[in-house]
């Protein structure tokens, strides 16, 4: 497929997912009519911005990880940066209750416990200097999982209802119809500057695929562009946490598809990656909706459940040339 086929295929199916968007709601379907017709087109924007921004944030997430990580494997969720920003967002508010502060939106929180968890996951799987590519997964799942157990005990510890009384829904990636805000204009507003930013930065990160010494010698500073990826994806991942929760394998899915259909070139990658992040949490969001419309007795469900059944049977698709090397 050419480049100029591919982005017509991506931008149709993101076009194709916002008009879903507007089509569907839990109580039926098609374009709404009549006297509650604002309101029914009101709540599915309120759905569908928050859907867009939390699908970019994660997809440019992603390809910063994997360039900063040089491993194809690595996304927030997996490394553990998802559930990181997510205890951060606990620990913040649980604090500011034990003080006597009202609860913030934890976005300090966020991002002190994203770069966190992305330094112990950078630290503990180097081998002689060299990022252990299999390590790297491993101890990213051993701390989604310590990450998920502390969540769980801080919110059981402030009571229930005090700083999660959805902690189930939130863990799995949970987007609700609210009115749009300032918040949601702030993580356009970074992740659109993020983008432009890792743009800028394009040519340094497709050299930086070379080992270090040929990349120094290209001109690239690597410790420089290696701190930026690691910012950039740090807040990137702590925006998408703050509206959304902990969403998995958008960061892994995106950024491959992308791959598949523009080639490795970070500029157009980053573009790509971020319009089929936007395109399936969009979609995975309208499959929410679907099955609550088809289900009476079924609420809407977290839309991490619809990420995770795609995104799982991916990965381990993609792990496959990785396993058994521990035994060699």
Do not use: C
Not at 39 to 51: D, G, N, S
Not at 229 to 251: K, N, Q, R, Y
Request: avoid cysteine.
């Amino acid at each position: 497929m050419s480049t100029k086929n591919a982005w017509v295929v991506i931008g149709v199916a993101l076009l194709i997912a916002i008009a879903a968007r507007m089509l569907t709601q839990s109580t039926g379907f098609g374009w709404p009519t009549g006297e509650s017709a604002g309101i029914l087109l009101e709540l599915r924007l309120q759905r569908l911005v928050p859907a867009a921004i939390v699908g970019v944030a994660l997809g440019i997430s992603g390809v910063a990880l994997q360039a900063l990580l040089r491993n194809p494997l690595a996304e927030p969720y997996i490394l553990g940066l998802s559930t990181g920003a997510g205890l951060g967002i606990m620990v913040q508010g649980y604090i500011a209750m034990q003080i006597g502060l009202s609860a913030t939106t934890g976005g300090l929180g966020a991002l002190l416990g994203t770069i966190l968890t992305l330094a112990i996951v950078f630290l503990a799987s180097r081998r002689r200097g060299v990022i252990d590519r299999l390590g790297l997964l491993l101890v990213g799942v051993v701390l989604a999982t310590i990450n998920g157990a502390l969540i769980m005990l801080l919110n059981y510890l402030a009571g229930p209802g005090v700083l999660r009384d959805n902690i189930t829904q939130w863990m799995m990636g949970m987007l609700q119809a609210r009115p749009l805000g300032w918040q949601d204009a702030l993580a356009a507003g970074i992740s659109v500057g993020l983008l432009g930013l890792l743009l800028w930065q394009g040519k340094a990160m497709d050299i930086a695929t070379l080992d270090d010494d040929e990349a120094s010698a290209l001109g690239v500073s690597i410790n420089r562009l290696k701190l930026l990826l690691l910012l950039s994806a740090s807040v990137l991942t702590a925006t998408a946490v703050l509206i959304a929760g902990p969403i998995a394998f958008i960061g892994l899915i995106a950024p491959h598809l992308a791959r598949l259909l523009l080639g490795p070139t970070h500029r157009p990658l980053l573009v790509g990656a971020a319009m089929l992040g936007a395109t399936l949490l969009i979609v995975a969001d309208v499959a929410s909706d679907v099955v609550a419309a088809l289900n009476e007795n079924v609420g809407l469900i977290p839309i991490g459940i619809f990420t995770a059944i795609l995104g799982g049977p991916v990965f381990l698709w993609m792990l496959r040339p990785q396993l058994g090397r521990g035994m060699e």
